[in-house]
């Protein structure tokens, strides 16, 4: 091979050597520069990551301090134990509960410092179960001072994991309860306490309620013959004038006194929580008339006009009347207390009971009942207490009038029906109390009475002397014969057959062999109550429809369940009984058209009034108007009224100014004057 050859392979040889040199030189230098990107980039986020670290632990330690702060100086003992349940972390506060010092504390177990022989064991029992299986826990636990002196702790442990899972140590937060103990001790104390005297108060209420209960029918019982034979004198027509006079005083003062009877009861009952609304069908219109008549004679007695406005607006059908759905007696007794407290404030004037249908959607209708005086009004300052128990209105006029409780009772019965009684009062001008009831209405047909016009107006000086139609026979049940015969001696003159029973048993004998068409029975009875005998009565197919009316002296403190017994009787008339009640019960069960007896004066008029019929028809049609100006009911006044412009024009003008300022007594008496100078008998 030439030289030059052999030059020319090794320079080929070695420009390949050269060029792989570089192009290795050139690889290595690439990765080394990657590998030097790469360690900058990880000392770069080694250094991020030791300054975030480094920030952390900054805050954390700041957060330490913090919380170390916080723990230590918290009024709540704060302690950590390890896993062998000694103290390896106290703050001051532990310290400052227990007395010892954190020195002494720490490498100790809590329950083998802190409590003692009075500490309950079955707690230290169930806290030792919860720290082995690390498990939270409350509990009251009482610890010992290190002086010695008792006090208790509320304790709330909570074990703390590491992120693998693995128990690290307890916090357990002390608070010192003594204080909260030896006033919840105090209180279940009271409590129990209170609970005796409560039990005592209730015991000696019960006693109290029978009590009065008792007294209540003991003292019914004469006063039903006090009361119901001074009702007979005073009206017999025979008695003299001053005579006459002592018989009112005398049923007057029974009448107050059983007022009284009766607003005690009522608040005892009120007090105790134990009166109950007890519903049930009821007239409206003939529960009105016959409050209207057993408060009349005290209007009459001071000149007082006794308005009745009843208005039934559109509501009522024609030729019907509407029922309610409500408690009767408790409406009627709101009633005749405002009625009542009217009348004793109004010396001059009149005391109108408005009542008005304002609302009826085919099942529930609205009343707005008010009663209206024309008395001395009650000062601005009174109204506040004018319904409180045991206040009078005018405590210097009086002190000695009443109760104070018919106010109060009626507020009460009001709210039960769902409503307040709004005042409104003008000194000198008078006063109105208001209230709304909501109840159940639907209607029946009325039977209109065909009582002849010309005896109504002597109801206020006599009881009826007879009735139209045939003889009705009536049962009276009662074991006490005074009762028994009151209700004789009243009934008896007016035509009724009349036969006795001395109990339910004897009753029930009678009302199998003979017929009634009307049964008085008292309630409470030997052998056989005036309970069992309804009771029996409903049951039979012969006597189920027999009217029976309770007549008792223990009507007004019911039990619910005596309540729920009462409902199988037609009606229920409390004693002593009140005459004008007694009749129109018999009016309205019975149906019956009284007659009453004519005066001296009325007799003599009939005797020269002999001028025709046409004459007599006027007198008929008088008499009717001077009955309805009597007794205030001042819608069915105005439309018969007008049928006196065809008989006088004058007088009809006279009457007509009247009429428009609701002056019903003037009315009357304007009447009565033309009856007596045109000798219209």
């Known amino acids: 091979m030439e030289e030059s050859e052999k030059w020319q392979k090794r320079y080929q040889r070695e420009r390949k050597a050269r060029t792989e040199a570089e192009q290795l030189l050139e690889e290595k ?44 100086r918290t009024e709540n003992g704060v302690i950590i134990t390890g896993p062998d349940n000694k103290v390896i972390w106290a703050n001051q506060a532990i310290c400052k509960i227990s007395g010892y010092e954190t020195e002494e504390l720490i490498g100790s177990v809590p329950g083998h410092v802190l409590q003692g022989s009075e500490s309950e064991q079955d707690v230290r029992k169930y806290m030792r179960g919860k720290i082995r299986s690390r498990e939270p826990f409350e509990a009251d636990i009482l610890n010992y001072h290190k002086e010695g002196h008792p006090y208790w702790i509320h304790l709330q442990a909570t074990p703390v994991l590491d992120e693998a899972g693995n128990f690290k140590y307890f916090v357990a937060i002390q608070s010192d309860i003594t204080e909260e103990r030896e006033t919840r001790t105090k209180l279940v104390s009271e409590m129990k306490r209170a609970n005796i005297m409560a039990k005592r108060a209730k015991e000696a209420n019960a006693a109290k309620t029978k009590f009065l209960a008792t007294m209540s029918h003991e003292l019914r019982t004469p006063l039903n013959g006090i009361i119901g034979y001074a009702q007979i004198l005073e009206k017999s027509g025979s008695i003299e004038e001053k005579a006459g006079n002592q018989i009112r005083i005398m049923r007057r003062s029974g009448e107050h006194l059983l007022s009284l009877i009766n607003d005690l009861l009522d608040i005892s009952k009120i007090e105790a929580g134990s009166h109950n609304l007890t519903p049930s069908r009821f007239d409206l219109k003939g529960m009105l008339q016959s409050v209207v008549e057993i408060i009349s004679s005290k209007a009459y007695e001071k000149g007082l006009e006794l308005i009745l406005d009843y208005n039934e607006g559109k509501f009522v059908p024609d030729r019907h009347r509407a029922r309610l759905f409500a408690d009767s007696r408790a409406l009627r007794q709101v009633l005749i207390n405002l009625l009542g407290n009217a009348i004793k404030f109004t010396d001059k004037g009149s005391v109108t009971i408005k009542v008005e249908i304002t609302d009826f959607r085919g099942e529930n209708a609205i009343l707005n009942i008010s009663v209206i005086d024309t008395g001395r009004g009650i000062p601005e300052d009174k109204i506040d207490t004018l319904f409180d128990a045991f206040k009078q209105v005018d405590e210097e006029r009086d002190v000695i009038q009443g109760s104070g409780l018919g106010l109060f009772i009626a507020l009460r019965l009001v709210q039960e029906m769902g409503d307040e009684i709004h005042v409104g009062s003008t000194l ?8 709304k009831i909501e109840c159940p209405m639907d209607f029946t047909e009325d039977r209109k009475s065909s009582v002849d016009p010309r005896n109504r107006p002597n109801e206020e000086k006599f009881f009826p002397s007879a009735y139209d139609g045939r003889t009705r026979r009536l049962l009276i049940v009662d074991d006490v014969e005074d009762n028994r015969n009151f209700l004789i001696d009243l009934l008896q003159p007016i035509g009724f057959e009349l036969e006795e029973a001395e109990n339910g048993t004897e009753a029930l004998k009678k009302i199998k062999n003979s017929k009634y068409d009307l049964v008085l029975s008292d309630v409470i009875m030997p052998f056989m109550s005036g309970y069992d005998l309804i009771k029996t009565l409903r049951a039979d197919p012969e006597c189920k429809d027999l009217c029976v009316i309770a007549v008792s002296a223990s009507l007004m403190q019911l039990s619910t369940l005596e309540k729920d017994k009462m409902k199988n009787f037609d009606g229920f008339i409390s004693k002593p009984v009140q005459a004008s009640e007694l009749l129109a019960t018999l ?40 009955w309805l100006a009597r007794i205030g009911d001042i819608k069915a006044f105005k439309t018969e009224f007008k049928a006196l412009k065809d008989i006088d024009e004058d007088f009809y003008k006279r009457l007509s100014i009247l009429v428009r300022g609701y002056k019903a007594q003037q009315s009357a008496e304007a009447i009565e004057n033309y009856m007596h100078e045109h000798k219209h008998g």
Do not use: C
């Open 428 to 435: 000198g001008v008078g006063s109105s109390f208001s209230f």
């Open 29 to 72: 230098s690439l990765a080394l520069y990657t590998k030097t990107q790469e360690l900058d980039e990880l000392v770069a986020k080694q250094k991020n990551l030791i300054e975030e670290r480094t920030r952390e632990l900054a805050t954390a330690s700041e957060e330490a301090r913090l919380l170390s702060d916080a723990v230590s």
């Open 587 to 626: 009016r309205n069960k019975l149906e019956l058209d009284w007659i009453y007896p004519e005066t001296e004066e009325e007799k003599s008029s009939a005797s020269q009034n002999q001028e025709g019929s046409e004459i007599s028809s006027e007198s008929n049609y008088l008499m009717r108007l001077h």
